[in-house]
């Protein structure tokens, strides 16, 4: 089961109001339980004995891989340490993200508009519930690192804000 399948499984869990699921397959054993005072959904994932033979082999495989990417992460660096200037807006719960109250009005915020503290973000769908995302700082918003209609995890980043 690759992650793809996972994250659809969480997403049909979420939707159909279960509050516990459980899937045992032959090498992977999956539960995903959901709270009334709890907006996003835990998921325990264990692997099986049977599994570890493959998992063994496969880092093997990607060890030539994985040295080819080091100087990209390399690069990533220096944008990373422009970033740290800006504030990042996270997720605060499990849900599809989206940039407008609907599909025929206008999106809440661009990019190069000023927002000021409690001005609404973007609405996150959990649950059939659209829950807005209101901003906690004062600034600019940088970038938008979220599509539109977006699933999104818990604490993934979704805007940067530049508060000068």
């Known amino acids: 089961m690759d992650l793809k399948e996972i994250q659809n499984l969480i997403r049909f869990v979420a939707k159909s109001g279960a509050s516990e699921v459980k899937l045992e397959m ?5 539960t995903i339980k959901t709270g009334d005072d709890e907006k996003a959904a835990t998921t325990i994932l264990q692997q099986m004995p049977a599994m570890q033979p493959m998992q063994a082999a496969a880092p093997v495989a990607q060890a030539p891989a994985a040295s080819a990417p080091a100087p990209a992460a390399e690069a990533a660096a220096p944008a990373e340490d422009d970033n740290s200037k800006y504030i990042t807006v996270k997720s605060p719960i499990i849900g599809t993200f989206y940039r407008k109250p609907a599909p025929d009005k206008p999106t ?8 000021a503290e409690g001005d609404v973000l973007c609405v996150i769908e959990a649950m059939k519930l659209f829950n807005e995302i209101e901003s906690e700082v004062s600034g600019t918003i940088v970038k938008i690192l979220v599509d539109d209609s977006s699933p999104v995890e818990f604490d993934q ?8």
């Open 26 to 30: 032959d090498d992977v054993k999956i």
């Open 108 to 115: 809440f915020v661009e990019v190069g508009k000023q927002i």
């Open 157 to 164: 980043p979704l805007f940067l804000v530049d508060p000068s």
